[in-house]
């Protein structure tokens, strides 16, 4: 070997820290399976600006701060997945679980400082479970059908809040009926359909980064046809305001302690079962897992998840997860953290581009959404709808969720149902412990009007 082609030291150490030669490749494969996987991911720090700044009324200013300290934690966490654990996997603010932060918890009253809080606390949760090794406990507990019955039905509220936002879909004058289709008849209207359309053809075309470009090419359309302005005080310098903005006693306060506890479970069920699949599925793909399915070291992967999801809340952008993206840099031949390394690197200069969320419209967010909202729903495929142990506690999981738009009613009627149908068809064996304690945990949540009721109510 010629003298040209000798590594440097800095390079031989970092091909031996992130073990290049065990896992067959090398650095310039590395930063190109890194860049890959930034520019499929780069769009979510607009969308996650968008979701956040819809659900919390933010102004353009509040909406950039929200994208720069969503580039922010993606960048810090992805690099620290990368050294830490070593796989090319790579994080950002989650699809659905920031929809629930920004709609769902909204609703039923908590501030978007409280909604955060939320965040932290769940992310807490799931760190707990990692450090002790519960992890396993609570995977074994709940039923393969559930776990994906929970992740297709928060697609459908993400799909809903696609076309709400899009104005397709809305509350008629009177409220009958619930919700209606709109007739397009606006130009604003007219732009999401078409956008609709253009995202969906992209995304079957297979164009590499066809969520950014459907929203860069609506944005500009939007700006041509006047369905986006540039505001008056436009600012081109990032702002980190969101940073540090969350309440950690705003959801006891507003749903008291019961309730709190199961909202705080239930999003931590989405977040802890959405990363166990995107982590074993992209570790598969990698060749990197065990032949039962296991992933060699996948307790410093959830360790650092489990912290993302603390981060995030902290940066006030919603809970930091692993992406299932990270398969694309995989495609392109990523086997080490070395690539998660460079995508977050990417991710710290992208704060930059964040004033521009101050004018990408809903119009431009809301077909990615859509899209975004079907690619969770695909989890479907994986449960036996025509099994009615299965099928039924899995369907009111999901359709309950976009109708009552709050995530923990869906995942509290499974849970329910799912004990019940095992109880009543004498398998009370295949029911976990922890199911037991869950499900009626939920009764009580359901039942607690009346219980209000009750308690307040002077002796006769």
């Known amino acids: 070997m010629s003298a040209e082609a000798q590594p440097s030291p800095s390079t031989g150490r970092i091909a031996g820290y992130f073990k290049f030669a065990e896992r067959g490749t090398t650095i310039g494969t590395e930063t190109k399976a890194g860049l890959t996987t930034f520019f499929v991911m780069v769009y979510i720090i607009f969308l996650n600006a968008g979701i956040l700044g819809a659900g ?82 609570v995977m074994n507990a709940v039923p393969l059908a559930l776990k994906k019955a929970i ?35 606006t130009t604003a209207q007219f732009l999401f359909l078409a956008g609709l359309l253009f995202t969906i053809v992209l995304w079957v075309l297979k164009i590499r980064g066809a969520l950014i470009i459907s929203i860069a090419v609506i944005t500009v359309v939007a700006l041509a046809l006047g369905v986006a302005k540039v505001p008056t005080e436009f600012s081109v310098t990032p702002s980190f305001a ?39 599925g992209v570790a598969s793909e990698a060749g990197l897992a065990e032949e039962d399915g296991s992933v060699p070291g996948v307790g410093r992967v959830l360790l650092v998840d489990s912290i993302a999801a603390v981060a995030g809340g902290v940066g006030g952008v919603s809970s930091n997860t692993t992406y299932i993206e990270s398969a694309a840099g995989v495609a392109e031949g990523g086997r080490t953290g070395f690539a998660s390394v460079v995508t977050g690197v990417l991710f710290l200069f992208a704060i930059f581009l964040s004033p521009l969320a101050q004018i990408i419209p809903v119009e431009a967010t809301s077909p990615a959404l859509v899209l975004v909202g079907y690619l969770m729903f695909t ?20 359709i309950l969720m976009p109708l009552t738009y709050d995530i923990t009613v869906g995942i509290g009627a499974g849970f329910i149902t799912w004990v019940l149908i095992k109880l009543a068809k004498g398998k009370v064996s295949e029911i976990h412990p922890l199911m037991w304690v869950v499900s009626a945990m939920f009764i009580v949540y359901f039942l607690q009007g009346w219980l209000d009721i009750l308690i307040s109510s002077p002796a006769s």
Do not use: C, W
């Open 56 to 137: 919390f009324g933010l102004d353009p200013a509040g909406i950039a701060a929200v994208s720069a300290a969503t580039a922010l934690i993606a960048g810090i966490m992805t690099i620290a997945m990368g050294i830490v654990g070593n796989y090319p996997l790579a994080l950002a603010a989650g699809l659905g679980i920031n929809g629930i932060v920004a709609f769902s918890l909204t609703a039923r009253g908590l501030s978007p400082e409280g909604a955060m809080g939320v965040i932290v606390l769940e992310g807490l949760a799931v760190t707990l479970l990692v450090v002790v090794g519960f992890r396993e406990a």
């Open 242 to 280: 969101t940073l540090g903005k969350f309440n950690l006693t705003n959801v006891f306060d507003v749903l008291g302690t019961l309730a709190a506890a199961l909202t705080i479970f239930a999003i931590m069920l989405t977040d802890f079962f959405d990363t166990m699949g995107t982590v074993t």
């Open 151 to 185: 992740g297709a039905g928060i697609g459908l509220f993400i799909l809903f809040i696609g076309f709400v936002g899009g104005g397709f879909i809305a509350t008629p004058a009177g409220g009958v009926p619930i919700v209606a289709p709109v007739f397009p008849t």
């Open 379 to 398: 989890q479907l495929k994986g449960i036996d709808i025509g099994d009615s142990e299965d099928g039924l506690p899995a369907l009111l999981t999901m």
